[in-house]
């Protein structure tokens, strides 16, 4: 149960470094909150400060979960029992992501751990994380919704974490990601069926004129 504590307890240390609010301070002196659908993440940020602030927000989110993950796999290393390994790694994972989306500093107000998930992957395994990257970039092109690409990429996580055979607990862990993605995103599904959620093509070339 210590373990467990522990490997949770750094996810969300790691997690509540929340770049969107910190370089929307200090870069431009906005609260990120205060701006496009009110959350604290890389999507939002594209939205509200243009592409460049947001593919920097959204490469530091990733590597946060990276940095975390990687510190697990060195601490646990030696744990014999894979199911339990991958199980800790997920559960670095997860709370990444809640350190992400409820960081305490910021009355637990931050974002939607996309880009989190997404570091999650990489420094879980590089095919699953090519896989889930590539579908969210395909499904937003092709429906030109972020919500949407990240609805996907949830669902092939939850799959794949299946189809891989690493253990009931991180198949448990995975599902309880898609779920919170599902629910952090119902707005945006809201907005897409009544045509006013912005679509990311529109939301690019008016950033750039």
């Not at 929340?18 to 890389?42: E, P, T, W």
């Not at 790694?89 to 960081?103: D, E, M, Q, S």
């Not at 970039?137 to 919500?147: F, G, M, N, W």
């Amino acid at each position: 149960m210590k373990d467990y504590f522990i490997v949770a307890l750094i996810g969300y240390v790691f997690g509540c470094l929340q770049f969107s609010y910190i370089l929307g301070k200090l870069l431009r002196n906005v609260d990120i909150r205060n701006m496009g659908h009110g959350n604290a993440g890389a999507s939002n940020t594209v939205i509200s400060l243009g592409w460049k602030y947001g593919v920097l927000v959204a490469l530091l989110d990733i590597s946060k979960a990276v940095a975390s993950v990687m510190l697990i796999k060195a601490l646990y290393k030696d744990v014999a029992d894979p199911n339990l390994f991958n199980f800790y790694l997920y559960l670095n994972g997860l709370f990444v992501i809640l350190g992400h989306n409820h960081p305490f500093f910021m009355n637990f107000k931050g974002g939607k751990g996309t880009a989190s998930l997404i570091g999650m992957l990489i420094a879980v395994n590089i095919p699953l994380a090519v896989l889930g990257i590539l579908t969210i970039i395909i499904v937003t092109l092709i429906t030109d919704y972020i919500a949407l690409g990240t609805i996907a990429l949830v669902l092939i996580v939850v799959a794949a974490t299946v189809y891989l055979k690493l253990g009931l607990g991180a198949v448990t862990i995975s599902m309880i990601i898609a779920a919170l993605a599902v629910y952090n995103h119902l707005p945006n599904i809201k907005r897409i069926i009544r045509k006013e959620e912005k679509g990311l093509r529109q939301t690019i070339k008016k950033k750039q004129n």
